[in-house]
Structures are given as structure tokens and as C-alpha cells.
């Protein structure tokens, strides 16, 4: 996958460092919170990067509750296990669209921001039905987009900044999805989040910055609408939105 080239060398710590605290924190203690009926069993987290799902989930659950927490990209679980100490995590590499485990092992599986990542979303929604027990959750945050031109521009907008971002779907896709791939819908939100740019943006150079900022100055009406950037140089700040979906296996 294109994600695991890219995210090596520094790149895990910057993202654990800068967009960890903007982006995923706040998401990450919301997502664990939906959890909290679980009292005992397992728990699979998919795409867990550096972490940042995985200590709000030793937070919010029992310690009758263990988490297997795994990701495609070596260097990103090095990251984590280097931060993250506790019996109750194992650490694993593993595709989330090709998963090494056992049908109908898990009582919950969650993936926060890492569908956008991955080739093929139908075959890791495959696998997670196929790892979860009879009505195990299946609990999801990913950025959405609009339809049309205008979701093209923001997966655009995305991709030019971080080339193994792939392609954000609408809310409608992740519902047709879902409901197609064995899961029943309890609950969704759409959930808007203010960005910093310099943050954002900070692994790349001043030239690269100025592309992307020139990407939020120079759109159309509706484009401007949906990112709605504000302010200049190093206060500049724009908006995503993301889906959030509780499903249980059927």
C-alpha cells in the first residue's frame, strides 16, 4: 500500500506530535466512549496508526476488555508500543482488508480514520463482519465528503497533501456500503472539525504550503462553502467533516 511508504522515518512521530492532538484526540475519546456498554472481551482496532484510539479505548473500557491493535504500517505500531505500555494491548501488523484472525473472535471492531487509506473499504468491511461475533460493533469515523465536483475538489484538496489518502465517500456511500456488507445502521453523525493549516501541512516545505494554501484561496463559491477558510499566514484554519457510524453485525 502507498500509505506503508510513506508513513516512515520521522513521519510517525510528527503525526503522533501535530495532527494527533488537532485531528484524532478529541474523535478518539468520543469513538471510545460509544464502547463503554462493553464490560468484557475483545476488541480489534484496525488502522491504529500511533495509538491515539488505542490509549482512549485502555481509558473508557474495563480491564476485563483487551484490544488488539493493529496496522499495516510497522512503523507506526513502533511508534505506539514505544508510548503505549499495557497486558491488556497486543500489538500486530496486519492489513485491515486481509485480517489474521479467526471468524467471529472479536465483540467490537473500531477504525477510526483509516478507511480513507485503504484500496479496497468493501473487502475490510468483509473482514470485520467476518472477525466480529453475532451482533459484535462495528464502530466507524472517517472523513465524508459532498457529492459531485465538489467532493472531488476536497479528496483532491487531500490527496495533494498526503498522496496515500485515497478517496473520502459520501455519507450516502457509507450507508449503501454498510447496510449492503451484513451491518445494521444504530447510529451516525456527521461531525464538522476547524483545522489549522500549519499543522496540517506541516511535513511539507514553504513551496508546498503555498500550493495548498492557494488550493483553499483559489475555488469556487460551493468549494469555499464546504472548507470555509479563514484567516491569513500561520492563523489560517479551514474545516473537514467526518461520519461517524455505530453499526452492529446482522
Not at 502507498?2 to 494527533?20: K, N, S, V, W
Not at 511508534?79 to 505500555?85: D, F, K, L, W, Y
Not at 477510526?112 to 463482519?129: C, I, L, N, T
Not at 489518502?165 to 459520501?170: D, N, Y
Request: proline share 5%.
Amino acid at each position: 500500500m502507498e500509505a506503508d511508504r510513506i508513513f516512515q522515518g520521522p513521519i510517525p512521530a510528527l503525526y503522533d506530535r501535530h495532527l494527533g492532538p488537532m485531528i484524532f484526540a478529541p474523535y478518539a475519546s468520543d469513538l471510545a466512549s460509544r464502547l463503554t456498554g462493553l464490560r468484557r472481551g475483545r476488541v480489534l482496532e484496525t488502522a491504529a496508526g500511533t495509538g491515539i484510539v488505542t490509549r482512549a479505548l485502555l481509558s473508557a473500557l474495563p480491564d476485563e476488555v483487551s484490544i488488539d491493535a493493529t496496522d499495516i504500517n510497522q512503523a507506526m505500531l513502533d511508534q505506539a508500543s514505544g508510548v503505549i505500555s499495557s497486558p491488556r494491548v497486543t500489538w500486530r501488523q496486519a492489513d485491515a482488508q486481509s485480517l489474521p484472525f479467526r471468524d467471529a473472535a472479536f465483540d467490537a471492531v473500531v477504525c477510526q480514520f483509516g478507511a480513507m487509506f485503504f484500496p479496497d473499504k468493501v473487502r475490510a468491511f468483509s473482514e470485520a463482519h467476518r472477525v466480529l461475533k453475532p451482533a459484535g460493533i462495528f464502530a466507524v469515523v472517517d472523513n465524508v465528503v459532498p457529492h459531485g465536483s465538489v467532493g472531488d475538489y476536497v479528496n483532491a484538496f487531500e490527496r495533494f497533501r498526503d498522496p496515500s489518502h485515497l478517496r473520502a465517500w459520501t455519507m450516502d456511500e457509507w450507508r449503501s456500503a454498510l447496510k449492503k456488507h451484513g451491518f445494521s445502521i444504530a447510529h451516525e453523525e456527521q461531525i464538522y472539525k476547524k483545522m489549522e493549516f500549519r499543522s496540517w501541512a506541516s511535513r511539507h516545505d514553504e513551496t508546498m504550503q503555498a500550493l495548498l494554501q492557494s488550493m483553499l484561496a483559489q475555488v469556487t463559491p460551493e468549494v469555499k462553502a464546504t472548507l470555509e477558510p479563514q484567516g491569513t499566514g500561520a492563523e489560517l484554519t479551514f474545516r473537514l467533516c467526518e461520519g461517524l457510524f455505530i453499526n452492529r453485525r446482522t
